[in-house]
């Protein structure tokens, strides 16, 4: 498969999605029960089920169980080709443009993009920069809507904000940097591996941004940023520091934070030009999808593909699970999936399986799935 009328052609046979679902969470191809690991499984093809032996309640489960497609009554059909239209397009897609191309309502397709967000989310035990690593770019940006454009009852929620006059009458200010009402995102570029992370933060304050530098970059690595003063404490805290001054300039020789910028314009148009409004507490899901695709985008040295991505996202499904209850805050976190390994872990099983996958992919994809770790 290469495009996306392909993949709608090969998902639409139910067939064809079970192969699929088994190569890619069991490379090997023994499925096993996701409750107790048995290999002695049937598959009941009417029912779309397999069916354990094992002495435990659910003996049935479909391949769904264990995944964010969990407890869902889409079909593969329509889930497989969601993943790839929210994995390649470069500025994402409507939720409303999903409910119109798979036939289901607007809610579902919004509910279905958050799932496969969270399957797109890349979560490395690596550190950026170090000995091995080249510079890292970081930079903090400020996301969300223009006070002017708020709801007048909004517009006003702070005591004495500074205001413009207009035709219409009195209007909230636009502020910018820390004043403004925005949500602030912290991200860092590694420009070796072109990889890039983001993080929601709460304020731009000088803790805040220090935890999430020594959470993902190594000590001794080089660090570029702008002026801001938050940073200065970075070289006594063991790391090279370089700044380039805004104001004055945009780039001095390698000094310079154009890469992460690049990221933050991409962020910025999917976030204006196609999800329009976005709430504050799905915002890190909507960073981490354009994190995805920025980086496992097409480059001269590893030519990946629409289909490489779509492979690597479904590769990643496995082990997570967001409810409709989790995502629209009405009850905390949900606990992660536990595979049942008799005594072994689900990172020694992805330890054990990977070898087997990496086999069967392409020379791109296998190079990516390696990387990350899934």
């Known amino acids: ?5 392909q993949a709608i052609v090969h998902f639409s046979d139910r067939e064809n999605c ?6 890619m969470r069991w490379p090997d191809g023994v499925p096993r029960c996701p409750y107790c690991d048995a290999t002695k499984l049937t598959w009941m093809a009417k029912a779309n089920q397999y069916r354990c032996y094992g002495d435990h309640p659910k003996q049935k489960f479909s391949l769904k169980v264990g995944t964010v497609f969990e407890d869902s009554p889409i079909g593969l059909d329509k889930w497989l080709p969601a993943a790839w239209l929210i994995c390649n397009c470069k500025n994402g897609i409507s939720s409303y443009e999903i409910a119109r191309a798979l036939g289901v309502t607007q809610k579902t397709a919004w509910f279905m993009m958050h799932r496969i967000r969270m399957a797109m989310w890349e979560k490395s035990f690596y550190k950026m920069g170090g000995n091995d690593g080249g510079p890292v770019e970081i930079d903090e940006a400020y996301v969300g809507g223009e006070p002017k454009n708020r709801h007048k009852n909004k517009q006003f929620a702070r005591q004495n904000p500074p205001t413009v006059q207009t035709l219409n ?17 912290f991200g860092m570029l590694d420009r070796e591996t072109r990889k890039v992370r983001t993080q ?34 970075l070289k006594a805290m063991g790391f090279i520091h370089d700044t380039v ?28 030009g196609t999800y329009i409004a976005v709430e504050p507490f799905h915002l890190h899901r909507y960073a981490e999808e354009q994190a995805f695709r920025y980086n496992n985008r ?44 008799l005594g072994r872990t689900t990172e020694t099983r992805e330890e054990e399986t990977l070898d ?10 296998a190079a990516l799935i390696s990387e990350c770790g899934t």
């Open 1 to 5: 498969m290469k495009t996306l009328q």
């Open 18 to 23: 079970r192969q699929f679902m088994v190569f």
């Open 169 to 185: 009458g009195l209007r909230p200010k636009n502020k910018t940097g820390r004043l403004t009402d925005k949500i602030p995102v």
């Open 200 to 233: 929601v933060i709460p304020e731009v304050k000088r803790g805040v941004l220090m935890d999430a530098i020594l959470a993902n970059i190594e000590k001794r690595s080089t660090i570029y940023s702008d002026g801001l003063r938050d940073y200065i404490p």
């Open 245 to 272: 001054n805004h104001v004055q300039e945009y780039v001095r020789g390698e000094v310079h934070t154009n890469g992460i910028e690049n990221y933050w314009s991409l962020l910025k148009r999917g976030l204006k």
């Open 298 to 341: 097409a480059t001269k040295d590893n030519p990946l593909n629409d289909a490489d991505r779509f492979m690597l996202a479904i590769s990643q499904i496995s082990g997570k699970r967001l409810t409709y209850a989790e995502l629209t805050g009405k009850v905390g976190e949900t606990e992660t999936f536990q595979f049942a390994r």
């Open 356 to 365: 087997v996958r990496l086999n069967s992919f392409s020379a791109s994809s």
